[in-house]
């Protein structure tokens, strides 16, 4: 079971970026995806949750139309992206694997995301 | 929203030490507390769920206990793997939330 993130991301600000979390081993649409985000130096924050099998989702008010998550069920792929990133955006993106309201069971390697000028 | 408090921010102890990180917690949450570890810049690791219940392939010398609105999470026993950053997450409701952190060091 694994959850595979794309690569570094280098942006600069109003531009538009999606990265990528795929999944293997498992049961791709039983499992919900999470978006945890780590700024430089901070904690972990909860940005939301998708279901690939409806795409049902929940997030977080802090990024609530920031942000867009989604996935491709034929590729195993969740997606979290934004059309106009800013340089708070700046952070560390894992995605996590969740079994109903249970806890993260399986991550992702994380993909950092630089916003600058 | 739920708010997650940490205490210590920062622990420092010795090999063979026994540590307690304490996690409390805005509203009750029944035993909805999980405990991650992370090292540096890479992806967190499950520890403990519903408060206490240790995940396949975690060491005995981690426990966790508590419910309502205070929890611990033990490392009896301190080994020079265990440095890290301790989170708390609770999961009974939406927002989903973590703890601030506790940084451990070793001596």
């Known amino acids: 079971v694994q959850l595979v993130q794309s690569g570094p991301e280098v942006k600069k600000p109003g531009e538009s970026l999606k990265i990528s979390c795929q999944g293997s081993g498992y049961a791709f649409t039983s499992d919900w995806i999470n978006w945890v985000r780590q700024m430089p130096g901070a904690g972990l924050e909860w940005l939301g949750r998708i279901y690939p099998s409806d795409s049902f989702t929940n997030y977080n008010a802090s990024v609530q139309g920031h942000v867009i998550m989604s996935v491709d069920k034929p590729s195993n792929t969740a997606y979290l992206q934004w059309n106009t990133v800013k340089a708070s955006d700046t952070a560390m993106y894992f995605c996590a694997r969740h079994r109903g309201s249970g806890p993260a069971l399986t991550w992702g390697q994380g993909t950092m995301v630089t916003v600058s000028s | 929203d739920i708010q997650l408090t940490q205490s210590p921010s920062f622990l420092s102890a010795s090999v063979g030490d026994r540590i307690t990180i304490t996690c409390r917690a805005s509203l009750a949450i029944n035993t909805y507390l999980a405990w991650y570890q992370q090292k540096s810049g890479k992806a967190p690791k499950l520890l403990i769920y519903?408060?206490?219940t240790l995940q396949s392939g975690v060491p005995s010398r981690f426990s966790g206990s508590g419910s309502g609105t205070e929890f611990t999470l033990t490392i009896t026993s301190l080994q020079p793997e265990d440095f890290g950053t301790y989170y708390c997450q609770q999961l009974n409701s939406y927002p989903l939330s973590f703890g601030g952190g506790t940084e451990v060091e070793i001596k």
């Open positions: 519903d408060a206490s």
